[in-house]
């Protein structure tokens, strides 16, 4: 790859540089037709060839596939069709069919007649592409604005904390007192399900001691008592102690990269983002992505102020889903959510909160989106809509690519 100009992760699948390199290959007639992983839209690693491929592309065809083709690997694919000797208007075209056996009945004449969209900033996410021009252009124009920041302004977002092994490290109220752990634990959420609203309180926590779950993590100091060296040796014996993350550790039973955060971030969503004040002492596991605020806004505040159309609209862009219809994100994907904060001094936290935790996440768009978006930003109506309508769509689209 790097003798065509690029610079591959070490992060890149195999399909990639077989992709860039297959393309490489043409002569200036050359047409290209390849199945490859719809990761090609998403994924950060495959940034580089995606602008080689609308750079090296006057056009670019890309049949979508609204079921998966392969669902037994829960991997989606798409189609890419590419001509080097297109003359006429640059840019992408997307066409989305049922099923593989709906390919048979595709017009290319009039698949060649659907309106391309122009290619801009192509070394970004590709999803947009599944939108309309309009919309496309609406999300750009709130892109270059000035006066949204991102979220990457307000908060540091890391992942985790990763225990090497949750099934050890983690204990339920029952075990952590049998065992005599209480002063050696402190508390954890392991779980997104914890998290029901905008604000995660001591009475949640509670509550999801009480249901039995693992809410408390091993983390001793010393000196060790007699409990905590039986703990130790409980580990030794089942082998925790040689798994890789705790075998590069100093002391193996000793978890590093401990500490509280300001908030909690879903890293996997299925229906929409959540961003959760955390009004507690627990710390989370990596199935969470944890932050710390950086510039004096309340956690609460942000957490509400997230719960908004564009940022909405945006997350789907900008995540990635696979085979299962989740969203999945990185922290430097989180980081550079926009989060616009204009008027959210308006909107009544408490109500935020209530809404999410009754799952009326509609009316609690319509209140921020109302403070922030049109009277902080000036949007009309029918911008507004129309993000809400990107959001919908796009998460839709996802949520349909199962079996």
Known sequence: MR???LNPSRLSNAW??????????????????????AELFQVGYAAEVRQYLAEYFPQINIVAFERLVFPDIQQEIVLILADRAVTRQRGIRVHEVENASMLSDIDLGRLAKRPIKPVDHASEKWTKYFLDKSEILLLRELRERTDVPQLRNFIDIDVGVVTGDNDYFLLDAEDRSVRKLDESTIPIVGRSAALAGIVFEENDFDAWVELGKKAHMFLPTPPHGAAVKRYIKHGEEKGVNTGYKCGIRKEWYV????????V????????CPRLVANRTRAICTDTLHRGRLVDGVAADVLAAAFNNSL?????????????????TFEPSEVEKL??????????????????????????????????TLMDGMGLNQRQVTALRGIWMKLKERRRGRKK
Request: net charge neutral.
């Open 16 to 37: 990639l540089p077989f992709l860039a390199i297959s393309a490489a290959l043409l002569t200036e007639h050359g047409r290209l037709a390849l199945v490859i992983p």
């Open 3 to 5: 003798r065509i100009g």
């Open 264 to 271: 909690f971030f879903l890293r996997q969503a299925d229906h």
């Open 338 to 371: 926009p989060l616009p904060m204009a008027g959210i001094e308006a909107v009544n936290v408490r109500i935020i909160d209530r809404l999410i935790r009754n799952k009326e996440t509609a009316a609690a768009l319509d209140l921020v989106d109302r403070a």
């Open 255 to 262: 978890v590093p990269s401990v500490w509280t955060p300001d």
């Open 311 to 327: 940022t909405f609209a945006a997350s789907e862009v900008t995540g990635r889903s696979y085979g299962g219809g989740v969203m």
